[in-house]
């Protein structure tokens, strides 16, 4: 049987929700990755070094005893943010990013950005201390096509963001376009992107397949074949300026099947079995471990892992829906086959 041996991986861009939610979905994320990076968009959010720690301690108090999984924290950027707290936070091990939504832009992210201009104390200061910006990176204005959204970012928001701040650490998560891989690759080394394996296996058309699926609803939306080609050449390239973010982002059934769906897409129960196989289909399973588990941590400045996973060529099927909470949770491939499996 084929299998596959790789340093143990981190995941770069997570939802992990809160409370019986957070209980449902962490044991899939632990399992696999050694740290991962948590994003802030709670009810409320997470705009605080204090509310980043008190959340680190109910992800903690959920993981069973034996556990090493290492939860990362990220604050919420809005247009209060006191440059106070970054000074805190660089005090603080366990926060280590400052997240962008801008105000719209996507679950959650109503007390989002309004205007970056508000926040030009807090970005120096990040600046600064070499506290990175993790960018969701779509424009909110309705006139602009959806399917357009993170091209005209790069144009209206990044490119002068990158003049303005010149030494500002920037992660551009959920990359979707040729567009923001060529950014990224064209930018200096401080800039980097993570990419989901749901935009490396899937494009648009897993929307409207056979008819209406939410469970591929997600943000930035899914684009053209073109543009899942150039996230996957990103991904195998070898580029250390791209690496694994999963943006796992459980939403209840219920909320997804509906008249106005939530956007997110559930990864975590098969988080790096998905990569491998995507990666597999590009021929380029040899590069998985550098883009899985060093080119974030070599990122971020931080040790690679020591432990090892293993995956084994082995096909399972998907559960149909499992609990999440009180509620009920549709998993990516729902019913259907991963290739790949963790060895345990
Ligand atoms: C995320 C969520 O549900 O929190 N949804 C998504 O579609 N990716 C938010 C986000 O990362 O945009
Ligand atoms: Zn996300």
Redesign the pocket.
């Known amino acids: 049987m084929k299998t596959l041996t790789l340093t143990r991986p981190d995941d770069w ?1 997570l ?1 992990l ?1 809160d409370g019986d939610y957070m209980r449902a979905v962490l044991p899939d994320t632990a399992k696999r990755f050694a740290r991962a990076i948590v ?1 802030p ?1 709670l009810k409320p959010p997470v705009t605080t070094v204090a509310l980043a720690l008190a959340y680190r301690q109910r992800i903690l108090d959920a993981l069973p005893a034996a556990s090493s999984f290492d939860p990362l924290m990220t604050l919420y950027l809005t247009d209060n943010t006191r440059p106070e707290e970054i000074i805190q936070l660089n005090q603080i091990l366990t926060v280590k990013a400052v997240k962008y ?1 801008p105000a719209g ?5 109503d007390a989002g950005v309004t205007d970056l201009a508000r926040c030009a104390a807090v970005l120096e200061a990040m600046q600064a201390t070499g506290t990175p910006l993790l960018v ?1 990176g779509e424009v909110t204005d309705s006139a602009v096509d959806i399917f357009d959204r993170e091209r005209v970012f790069l144009e209206r928001v990044l490119t002068p963001l990158a003049v303005k701040y010149p030494s500002l650490k920037v992660v551009v ?2 990359i979707t376009t040729r567009e923001a891989a060529a950014f990224v690759k064209a930018a200096p080394a401080h800039i980097g992107a993570t990419i ?1 394996a749901h935009h490396l296996l899937l494009n648009r058309n897993a929307l409207f397949a056979g008819g209406m699926r939410p469970h591929h ?4 939306v899914l684009k053209r074949e073109t543009h899942r080609e150039a996230l996957v050449e990103a991904a195998i390239s070898g580029n250390p300026k791209f690496f694994l973010g999963t ?1 796992s ?3 209840a059934r219920h909320t997804k099947e509906t008249d106005c769906g ?4 559930y990864t975590a129960h098969a988080g790096i079995e998905l990569y491998a196989e995507a990666f597999e289909a590009a021929g380029a399973l040899d590069k998985l471990e550098a883009f899985a588990s060093h080119h974030g941590a070599d990122f971020y400045g931080l040790p690679r892992n020591r432990d090892t996973i293993t995956l084994v060529k082995e096909p399972w099927r998907v559960a149909a829906d499992v609990a999440y909470g009180d509620d009920r949770l549709t998993q990516f491939r729902a019913g259907g086959e991963v290739g790949w499996r963790l060895a345990l």
């Open positions: 861009h939802h929700r994003m968009n939504y832009a996507t679950t959650n992210s969701h998560e959920h989901t609803y997600c943000l930035p943006d982002a459980p939403h939530c956007a997110g897409c």
